[in-house]
């Protein structure tokens, strides 16, 4: 099978043949149709994080194809299109978590210390093939393609939960802060929450494609204050902070209405965030961390979406172009998201 492999932090990805990989007890090997390139893949492919992968890896969290192999005491998953209900699986970021500990068995599993992150701590979906834990493996509804339910695994799932962090209500002004693959989904479940939605970036097709998923406001940060902008309609109750640039975390913070809260989403290298002691305690705004979503949150974004309350944004790739897509995703180039298409049909 081919693969795209991390080598070493910084390089080119390589394609690789690489032999199927054999999966342990309860896991299962997928024949991959579709995988979503996500930020956190470039972040990963460059070691820009304190804990950091070992190449050589693939990355990709946001595989989506169908079981073709059963691990020892695999019995809830079966081979091809097995149910009436769902055929293909997703397979996300969280690849395992322990179920047992407190963060688990409250219902925060995305917590879990001893959890296994696909594409960074094992093998991810760059690649025909991959391995997944069949409990951590979600059915996709049939309806749903594979092209759209692979930014839906990561994109999706991770903008989905961080609005119910956010808590939003549908009277509230709720800001995107960097509409790409995150937040072009972000901006739709703001929508289904009833909220008034302010859209931020700095590329005029990102601004239009806001607009287009119903954003009702688009501030471009490269001309406008966005601090400024917010509070002139009273300031935001939450800003979701995606883009991968902490003066942006702190531009949309100043942007908080009191009791405001900012979400942040985006894992920018080396990522520092510095504001004001002050307003933070006068306001009694909030600022509050949030990564991906449990197994739950993704089972509703799948039904969101087969129920057609969601639209994916994105153009398909051969897994190929691996490193030219990087360098589109880089340069802020892509309308939403790239999705590699491995060959299976939509
Ligand atoms: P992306 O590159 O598709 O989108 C980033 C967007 O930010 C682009 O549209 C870009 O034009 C815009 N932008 C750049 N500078 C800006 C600025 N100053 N103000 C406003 N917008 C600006 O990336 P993505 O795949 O959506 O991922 C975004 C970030 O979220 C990455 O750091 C990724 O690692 C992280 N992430 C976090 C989680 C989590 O669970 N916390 C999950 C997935 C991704
Ligand atoms: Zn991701
Ligand atoms: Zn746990």
Not at 78 to 106: D, M, N, T
Not at 202 to 214: H, N, P, Q, R
Not at 222 to 228: I, N, S
Not at 270 to 288: C, K, Y
């Amino acid at each position: 099978m081919k693969a795209a492999v991390v080598r070493a932090f910084g390089e080119p990805l390589v394609i690789e043949d690489r032999p199927d990989p054999e999966p342990g007890p309860g896991q299962v090997r997928i024949r991959v149709e579709a995988s979503g390139l996500c930020h956190t893949d470039i972040h990963a492919a460059h070691g820009d994080w304190p804990v950091k992968p070992s190449p050589p890896f693939v990355p990709g969290h946001e595989g989506v194809g169908l079981v073709e192999k059963l691990g020892e005491g695999v019995a809830h998953l079966s081979i091809g299109w097995g149910s009436p209900l769902w055929g293909r699986v997703a397979v996300p970021w969280l690849g395992k978590a322990c179920g047992r500990c407190e963060h688990c068995l409250s219902g925060w599993e995305t917590l879990c210390e001893r959890q296994i992150n696909t594409g960074y701590g094992c093998d991810g979906g760059h690649a025909e093939k991959m391995l997944a834990w069949a409990d951590f493996a979600q059915p996709v509804p049939k309806g749903v393609t594979a092209v759209d339910a692979a930014p839906l695994t990561c994109a999706g799932v991770t903008t989905y939960k961080a609005l119910k962090v956010a808590g939003v209500s549908p009277s509230q002004l709720v800001a995107i802060s960097g509409i790409g693959g995150l937040g072009h989904l972000a901006v739709q479940y703001a929508k289904i929450a009833g909220a008034t939605v302010a859209a931020i970036d700095v590329t005029d097709e990102k601004l239009e494609l806001a607009a287009e998923l119903g954003a009702d406001l688009v501030i471009d940060a490269r001309k406008h204050d966005v601090g400024e902008v917010l509070k002139r309609y009273g300031g935001a109750h939450a800003a979701i902070a995606l883009a991968v640039n902490e003066d942006a975390f702190a531009a949309v913070n100043s942007g908080l209405r009191r009791g405001g809260k900012l979400v942040m989403v985006a894992l920018p290298a080396h990522g520092a965030l510095r504001i004001p002691v002050f307003d933070t305690v006068l306001n009694g705004t909030s600022v509050i961390g949030s990564i991906v979503g449990t197994r739950q949150d993704l089972a509703e974004v799948f039904q969101l979406h087969a129920a057609g309350r969601t639209e994916v944004i994105c153009e398909t790739r051969p897994l190929s172009s691996v490193n030219e897509s990087i360098d589109e995703v880089l340069r802020g180039q892509v309308k939403a998201r790239i999705v590699f298409d491995l060959g299976t049909g939509r």
